[in-house]
């Protein structure tokens, strides 16, 4: 950690001369998503509370009502020695624009963290579902995701560019099923670990895996954002929160119960 991470966040780079990138020290460009995102998901920080001062210097830097945007403050003129991200005017594209797949990033640091409330938050910001209502600032298909939506710097702040052109879906997918709603495929098994809001009663899943039907349901009593209390599957107890692998084509009833 001593020279990756800034006070209050996981540093971006050290470029050619070794000069810092995404610190505090930096007149622009102090903070960038991908650090934060993906030091979490690797585990960086966790017992030492550094990761969570790094996703609440996301919340507090990055956040926007459309989504986070990739880096603050917005670089304002050309940086010889970073290039193309200093090239855009701020608020579009990598120059603190919401770059919507790295989005996804964050959600899934915040399930390592246990907060289902702030992940469930920044997926509904940016998921198609839920844009409908805002069509005349989003101004793209309300059915797919977009490569990049203008950020605070921007004249245009939410107005979505490059519909299609983006692996956010996956991402997304990936952050949704697996972490929020934390069905995880593994190889001696299917993981279950959920990372909800605490507001949510129950949910339900089916999911084809290694020949079989899981049809999962996931009851929290408690309202709890995360921690499974006790896994049955088809009438038996699960130990370790790992799911068999059936193969065998049939469907297998899954109750969990969370707390």
Same mark, same amino acid.
């Given at each position: 950690?001593?020279?990756?991470?800034?006070?209050?966040?996981?540093?971006?780079?050290?470029?050619?001369?070794?000069?810092?990138?995404?610190?505090?020290?930096?007149?622009?460009?102090?903070?960038?998503?991908?650090?934060?995102?993906?030091?979490?998901?690797?585990?960086?920080?966790?017992?030492?509370?550094? *990761?969570?001062? *790094?996703?609440?210097?996301?919340?507090?830097?990055?956040?926007?009502?459309?989504?986070?945007?990739?880096?603050?403050?917005?670089?304002?003129?050309?940086?010889?020695?970073?290039?193309?991200?200093?090239?855009?005017?701020?608020?579009?594209?990598?120059?603190?624009?919401?770059?919507?797949?790295?989005?996804?990033?964050?959600?899934?640091?915040?399930?390592?963290?246990?907060?289902?409330?702030?992940?469930?938050?920044?997926?509904?910001?940016? *998921?198609?579902?839920?844009?409908?209502?805002?069509?005349?600032?989003?101004?793209?298909?309300?059915?797919?995701?977009?490569?990049?939506?203008?950020?605070?710097?921007?004249?245009?702040?939410?107005?979505?560019?490059?519909?299609?052109?983006?692996?956010?879906?996956?991402?997304?997918?990936?952050?949704?099923?697996?972490?929020?709603?934390?069905?995880?495929?593994?190889?001696?098994?299917?993981?279950?670990?959920?990372?909800?809001?605490?507001?949510?009663?129950?949910?339900?899943?089916?999911?084809?895996?290694?020949?079989?039907?899981?049809?999962?349901?996931?009851?929290?009593?408690?309202?709890?954002?995360?921690?499974?209390?006790?896994?049955?599957?088809?009438?038996?107890?699960?130990?370790?929160?790992?799911?068999?692998?059936?193969?065998?084509?049939?469907?297998?009833?899954?109750?969990?119960?969370?707390?």
């Amino acid at each position: 950690m001593k020279y990756g991470y800034d006070g209050e966040w996981f540093l971006r780079a050290y470029d050619d001369f070794s000069r810092k990138v995404g610190s505090r020290d930096n007149t622009e460009g102090k903070i960038f998503i991908e650090s934060q995102g993906f030091c979490v998901m690797a585990g960086l920080g966790i017992d030492s509370g550094e *990761a969570l001062k *790094a996703l609440d210097s996301v919340k507090k830097y990055l956040d926007t009502p459309y989504g986070l945007v990739l880096v603050n403050p917005a670089y304002t003129e050309y940086q010889l020695h970073l290039g193309e991200i200093s090239s855009y005017p701020p608020g579009y594209k990598e120059n603190a624009g919401i770059f919507c797949h790295n989005n996804a990033w964050i959600m899934i640091a915040e399930t390592v963290l246990g907060r289902g409330e702030l992940a469930f938050e920044y997926y509904s910001k940016i *998921a198609p579902a839920y844009l409908e209502d805002i069509s005349e600032i989003h101004r793209t298909e309300p059915y797919v995701y977009a490569q990049m939506i203008a950020g605070k710097d921007a004249k245009r702040h939410g107005e979505a560019k490059n519909s299609w052109l983006t692996g956010t879906a996956a991402w997304n997918f990936v952050a949704v099923s697996q972490y929020i709603l934390g069905i995880q495929p593994d190889f001696h098994g299917l993981i279950v670990n959920p990372c909800i809001p605490r507001t949510w009663d129950e949910f339900k899943v089916r999911r084809y895996y290694r020949g079989a039907f899981y049809n999962i349901r996931v009851k929290n009593p408690e309202k709890v954002s995360k921690g499974v209390k006790s896994i049955i599957a088809d009438g038996k107890r699960v130990e370790h929160q790992v799911l068999p692998i059936y193969n065998d084509g049939r469907e297998h009833e899954v109750e969990v119960v969370l707390g």
